[in-house]
């Protein structure tokens, strides 16, 4: 029996599914914000059954209570969106990150895929790193295969990166287990950054329209990460060790803005030690 229930088949030509899920790699919910934004006000094509993919002990649905009486519980939820943007027909998978079932959810998300006729896979997700705030957010970038990528896309670091998977990676992997081409965009989000971050969230977009070859609406986003930038310079401004570390992280050598992986290991252990109570 599949996880999902298809509520619609829409008619479509050549679909790329895009995913993201909130929780594990989604620094300041940057890039569940990004899927969220793009699947706004769209249809729905399929839901999946949460009963059989959520613990509810970790995350618990939320309950309305007005006037003291118990008026709504709202359930976690996993949907498939469709959106059409600049003639490319968009498959936006998101919502809150499954704990069961990420295997049999893989084979669904194949099967679900091949029956709607998806040409391509792309992962969006948000790390927090060791780079200012007042640069523009880099994004590390993976691909199945060679190809893939345009040439101004940054690619992910060389080597052996051992990470603790995200539900998305599992899908991801079952994707390219199908024969499925898969890219995956990942902004880096500043590591002192509390609370949503839309200069993220903006920079996954942008790097989704590049790559798809379509301009991907950005509402009020931009609004929001003008404001939000104001709020961190503002804090950073009225503490000198902020200051000080901000200083730091815009002097520090990288490859194009980006820091490897010993540079922010350093940079965060530093500035935890720094302001230890």
């Not at 190809?147 to 998977?165: I, N, Q, S, T």
């Not at 920079?203 to 961190?232: F, K, T």
Request: no cysteine; hydrophobic share 45%.
């Amino acid at each position: 029996m599949a996880l999902y229930n298809l509520e619609t088949t829409p008619l479509l030509s050549e679909a790329v599914m895009i995913g993201a899920f909130d929780g594990w790699i989604d620094a300041s919910g940057a890039s569940s914000g990004a899927a969220a934004h793009l699947a706004e006000g769209a249809p729905t094509v399929a839901a999946f059954d949460a009963d059989l993919i959520y613990d509810y002990r970790s995350r618990r649905p939320v309950l309305d209570v007005i006037d003291g009486t118990l008026t709504r519980l709202v359930w976690p939820e996993m949907r498939l969106a469709h959106r059409q943007i600049g003639g490319r027909d968009l498959l936006i998978l998101h919502g809150a990150e499954p704990d069961f079932r990420w295997r049999e959810l893989g084979t669904d998300v194949v099967e679900l895929a091949f029956r709607l006729g998806v040409t391509q896979w792309v992962s969006l997700g948000a790390i927090p790193a060791a780079v200012p705030h007042t640069r523009p957010t880099p994004i590390l970038a993976t691909a199945s295969a060679d190809g893939l990528l345009r040439d101004y896309e940054v690619k992910g670091p060389d080597g052996l990166l051992r990470v603790p998977a995200a539900a998305l990676s599992a899908l991801e992997m079952a994707m390219i287990g199908s024969g499925v081409g898969t890219v995956g965009f990942f902004a880096q989000v500043p590591h002192y950054v509390g609370g949503p971050w839309a200069p993220a969230t903006i920079a996954l977009l942008d790097h989704v329209g590049r790559h798809l070859g379509v301009d991907l609406p950005l509402g009020e986003l931009p609004e929001e990460a003008v404001s939000q930038r104001a709020r961190v310079d503002a804090l950073v401004e009225s503490q000198d060790d902020a200051r000080e570390y901000l200083e730091r992280l815009e002097g520090l050598p990288g490859e194009d803005g980006m820091l490897s992986g010993d540079e922010l290991a350093s940079e965060i252990e530093r500035f935890l030690r720094d302001n230890e109570s």
